[in-house]
């Protein structure tokens, strides 16, 4: 947790990253860094990528969409189950016997996804239509 011991730079940032952190957070720098480092790999990407943009997936449409097998579909899933990008939901569907599977993604998932990669591939989208614009003039 944080310890808000505020020393700050220069440039006022704090001197320890970890004082970024509000005093009451619930979760660690280690936390964060593990989340953006789970987005971090391809695989992983698409399916929060998927999960954001849909609400909630079975494995079975997930395997599907990604055209991904079950055994590397689930690691994945898990990795980011472990970092909290996203929960694993169980339900009955009616009519049916038995539990279902469904993931969708936490509010850490989707900040991670929207504020995180997605902002970056956006800004760079950015930057190009201003840096295409200003060679005209």
Do not use: W
Not at 59 to 68: A, C, F, G, H, S
Request: charged letters at 30%; hydrophobic letters at 30%; aromatic letters at 8%.
């Amino acid at each position: 947790m944080a310890t808000n011991r505020t020393q700050t730079s220069e440039g006022g940032f704090p001197e320890d990253p970890e004082d970024l952190l509000p005093e009451s957070s619930v979760l660690s720098l280690e936390e964060y860094l593990g989340m953006h480092a789970a987005v971090g790999h391809r695989t992983r990407y698409e399916i929060l990528y998927r999960l954001v943009h849909s609400d909630e997936m079975s494995p079975k449409e997930l395997e599907k969409v990604m055209d991904i097998d079950d055994s590397t579909l689930h690691y994945h899933l898990n990795k980011l189950v472990d970092v909290a990008l996203v929960e694993k939901r169980q339900r009955t569907e009616r009519g049916q016997d038995g539990l279902y599977t469904y993931y969708r993604a936490t509010v850490f998932g989707y900040v991670t996804l929207t504020n995180g990669v997605d902002e970056l591939i956006r800004g760079e989208q950015e930057f190009e239509t201003m840096y295409n614009s200003s060679i005209g003039h």
